[in-house]
């Protein structure tokens, strides 16, 4: 499955991106087809297909994705707010089964979402 991921595609270099970060664990670009203003994507190098593939040993690396998340909200100027999601399957709205952080902002965002 990893070898037709598109993520995955993506760290191998197989599929161009222009990356935000990038280092041994993560990388961080813009999303091809934004939903707001800002919408970045944050993804692990290693294949996870969702949130509930994570196990213990995935802590340090979850919360080295919400970091960078939270540092490239910043950096991007979004002070009015931003949102970190998340999907977990594909009635959540999971289309990439490649665990992934949505970073959304520049507009103000609805609750609940969906």
């Given at each position: 499955?990893a ?28 999303d ?66 490649h665990?992934?952080?949505?970073v ?11």
């Amino acid at each position: 499955m990893a070898q037709e991921c598109i993520f995955c595609k993506i760290i191998n270099g197989d599929i161009p991106a222009t990356l935000l970060y990038e280092d041994d664990d993560i990388l961080a670009f813009n999303d091809i087809s934004p939903q707001a203003p800002t919408h970045m994507l944050v993804i692990p190098r290693k294949h996870i297909t969702g949130p509930d593939a994570l196990t213990e040993a995935d802590q340090a690396l979850i919360g080295k994705l919400v970091k960078l998340g939270t540092d490239l909200a910043a950096k991007a100027g979004l002070t009015d707010g931003f949102r970190l999601v998340m999907n977990n399957g594909e009635s959540a709205g999971q289309t990439v089964f490649h665990l992934h952080m949505h970073v959304l902002g520049g507009r103000a965002m609805t609750w609940p979402p969906g």
